[in-house]
Nanobody, 124 residues
Framework: QLQASGGGLVQAGGSLRLSCAAS????????MAWFRQAPGKEREFVTA????????YYDDSVKGRFTISRDNAKNTVYLQMNSLKPEDTAVYYC???????????????????WGQGTLVTVSS
């Protein structure tokens, strides 16, 4: 089970850190990702950590502003979001996969485990 938290209301230019805590399974070797879904839009890829390594991948829209990281001791993945923009407003979901292949990194259907989502609202 994945539990996402840390969302809230922030002004443009501000920062938030989202957390995704896993229970019932260890995620240290999983590929972990964050997706987001804005009102009326499809769920889209934001960022991912591939398997147990340190390779990270970002959508161009968040590159340089967002950082994904993992704390294996806490079985938790984080998303640090800086320089937030109104267009970052969305429900953010964390996801995990034990079997992901690199070519599927950005595909939501490739992830077997999902958190419940946490709402991020960025005001202008």
């Amino acid at each position: 089970q994945l539990q996402a938290s840390g969302g809230g209301l922030v002004q443009a230019g501000g920062s938030l850190r989202l957390s995704c805590a896993a229970s019932g399974r260890t995620i240290s070797r999983d590929s972990m990702a964050w997706f987001r879904q804005a009102p009326g839009k499809e769920r889209e890829f934001v960022t991912a950590l591939f398997r147990s390594g340190s390779n990270t991948y970002y959508d161009d829209s968040v590159k340089g502003r967002f950082t994904i990281s993992r704390d294996n001791a806490k079985n938790t993945v984080y998303l640090q979001m800086n320089s937030l923009k109104p267009e970052d407003t969305a429900v953010y979901y964390c996801a995990a996969s034990a079997t992901l292949i690199l070519s599927s990194l950005r595909q939501k259907n490739a992830y077997a485990y999902w958190g419940q989502g946490t709402l991020v609202t960025v005001s202008s």
